[in-house]
């Protein structure tokens, strides 16, 4: 079975995002970066996927400048057999053209099923893996939560709100968003570490991948949000907080 | 006409409140572009076009076919993309429900457009293109996105963003029934494993009571529960709290959980750790109790308590019951 993972590199959750002065993006000197937390999900399926039907193997795709390679790296190290980097040469493509150059990328290698995280962390927009679903005319299913591989077909449960469930039976090939809770990603051990130097990498271009394809969205005037007031300390004991909590929600706040 | 089409979704017979803050956005952008607000119901009841009127929609399309009683992705997107082909509007609305942040993206990519995810201010230009600001970095920062070359513009909206115009009683909307044909649904649904019957799910509540590892073990979160069935609240976590076992992840409020966006949001044992910060600092109120005065969930904090959340929890609880039934 042929299986891919699309990973992004994003800045670590602990980070403090500082924009540009010019409004032009945010600040990246400095910053450490992650493999996506949820894409750790989608690396350690398709690890598990592999190890489930034999003979497979595990491709990560990255799409950004060179750093990226390090997140394939620890994907490599976690079990995944070889990489593609898409270096954007630069360029600030949006989703709509990272979807186009990754679909390429997935129909040109033969992939039979592609594990993604939900959403990348840094920009939150959640539509590249549904836009590569829709330009491979492949189903897809979100949020994945539980998955089972097997004659040509999955059955995948996806969490929607209020707890509720919804379990697909989907046809392969086709593309799975991955959420926290669907495995324990395991750690890359230090034979996988060592291994993971010589597996290949195989870079292609940005420019090349993506046809005629134009980006749809401008992005401009990046900035901090408005920093709230102060706000007031109560004091007293317990239940006296409390009352004056209670009566500054409703008379003040006008909230309940 | 440059219009605004809104997809308006209901459950369990009835519009759900988001479709209302929708609609009533709509109908203010659509005066901004000189056009009308404009409806897409799927499934649903010619009942649901007359909810939608007093907030502004002049026409509701009501999408039918036996295949779309349930949701599904392909079936959804394509419904709506026959739609906005025939109709053309301008821009499209959805809330950014758990159905539109799965099909929407996939709809803008048919549609061969431009998508701002997770919108939380939106206004018209003076070249009468939607300026839709989107929180990245789950709110550390702001953008400001423009599709200004591809049509329609689209846009799902952060629930709770901009609340519901006062409806004007005795308006009315148009209603347009079609049957619609859903295609080739590849994946089919085989159950739909219910959830707590009335739960509102958290990236739609309007308030929210939280607690963080403070809670000591998840048994403890039934003081969070009882205090919130008496204020109509739902009941979120902290990363930390999660980890620790006392809540299941899709409770979890933070950059890796959900990003919500409540009138009220009340933080109890949650120290404040950037991530949790970064999923609920839009909400417009924010209550913090937590034994350490240092914590820093008390700078983002409109009123603060320094105490024992197991003190605080039940007092507020038997004060709120005792006010609200006055």
């Known amino acids: ?67 990226v390679v390090e997140a394939m790296r620890t994907a490599l190290a976690m079990g995944c057999d070889k990489a593609i980097h898409i270096d954007d ?15 390429k990328v997935i129909a040109d290698g033969g992939f039979e099923i592609v594990f993604t995280g939900k959403q990348a962390i840094d920009l939150d927009n959640s539509q590249v893996t549904q836009q590569v679903a829709e330009f491979l005319g492949w189903p897809q299913v979100m949020i ?113 | ?28 952008l659509a005066t901004g572009i000189g056009g009308q607000a404009e409806a897409a119901v799927i499934g649903g009841s010619e009942g649901l076009a007359k909810e939608l009127a007093p907030y502004g929609i002049k026409k509701v399309y009501l999408l039918a076919s036996p295949k779309l009683d349930k949701y599904n992705t392909l079936g959804f997107v394509k419904a709506l993309a ?11 609305l959805a809330s950014a429900s758990p159905a539109a942040k799965d099909f929407f993206p996939r709809l803008a990519a048919r549609l061969n457009t431009g998508l701002a995810s997770d919108v939380v201010e939106m206004k018209i230009d003076a070249d009468k293109k939607l300026i839709a600001t989107h929180p990245v970095y789950s709110g550390k920062a ?21 609340g519901t115009a006062a409806p004007q009683e005795g308006a009315s909307a148009e209603v347009v029934k ?74 979890q409020v933070g950059q890796t959980g959900k990003v919500v966006n409540p009138k009220l949001y009340l933080a109890f044992g949650i120290s404040g750790a950037i991530q949790h910060l970064a999923g609920m600092r839009t909400s417009k109120v924010i209550v913090a109790v937590n034994k350490d005065a240092e914590a820093p969930i008390f700078q983002k904090a409109d009123y603060g308590i320094v105490g024992d959340l197991f003190e605080v929890v039940p007092l507020l609880t038997q004060e709120f019951k005792r006010v609200l039934s006055e």
């Open chain 1, 1 to 67: 079975m042929k299986i891919a993972v699309l990973v992004k590199q994003v800045p670590d959750t602990e980070t403090k995002i500082k924009t540009k002065a010019d409004g032009s993006g945010i600040e990246m000197e400095g910053v450490k970066f992650i493999v996506g937390p949820y894409d750790e999900f989608a690396i350690e399926e398709a690890i598990k996927t592999k190890e489930k039907n034999a003979g497979s193997e595990v491709t990560v795709v990255s799409l950004g400048p060179t750093r």
């Open chain 1, 89 to 103: 040469e630069g360029q600030n493509p949006d989703s709509y053209v990272i979807a186009k150059a990754l679909a």
């Open chain 1, 144 to 256: 994945l939560e539980k998955i089972e591989v097997g004659g040509g077909k999955a059955m995948a449960t996806r969490r929607v709100s209020g707890g509720a469930k919804e379990v697909y039976e989907v046809p392969l090939p086709a593309i799975f968003g991955c959420e926290k809770g669907l495995n324990t990603p395991r750690y890359a051990s230090l034979p996988g570490i060592m291994k993971a130097k010589s597996k290949p990498i195989e870079t292609k271009k940005l420019s090349e991948l993506k046809g005629d394809a134009q980006a749809k969205v401008v992005y401009s005037n990046y900035r901090m949000p408005p920093e709230k007031a102060p706000g007031k300390m109560l004091s007293g004991d317990a239940a006296t907080q409390v009352k004056e909590l209670v009566r500054l929600l409703r008379e003040e706040a006008k909230v309940i």
């Open chain 2, 1 to 28: 006409m440059a219009n605004v089409l809104i997809f308006a979704e209901h459950q369990d017979g009835k519009l759900k409140k988001t479709a209302l803050e929708l609609a009533s956005k709509a109908a203010e």
């Open chain 2, 82 to 92: 026959d739609l906005i082909q025939e109709t053309k509007p301008e821009i499209v």
């Open chain 2, 142 to 162: 702001l953008v400001d996105m423009k599709i200004p070359n591809s049509l329609p513009q689209i846009a799902m909206i952060r629930p709770n963003s901009f």
């Open chain 2, 178 to 251: 079609k049957d619609t044909d859903p295609g080739e649904l590849k994946a089919e649904m085989k159950d739909l494993v219910k959830g707590a019957t009335g739960k509102i799910d958290l990236t739609e509540a309007e308030i929210i009571v939280s607690g963080g590892r403070a809670m000591k073990e998840a048994a403890n979160f039934k003081i969070l529960q009882d205090l919130a069935d008496v204020i109509g609240a739902s009941v979120g976590a902290s990363r930390a709290a999660v980890d620790s076992g006392y809540a299941p992840h899709d409770m």
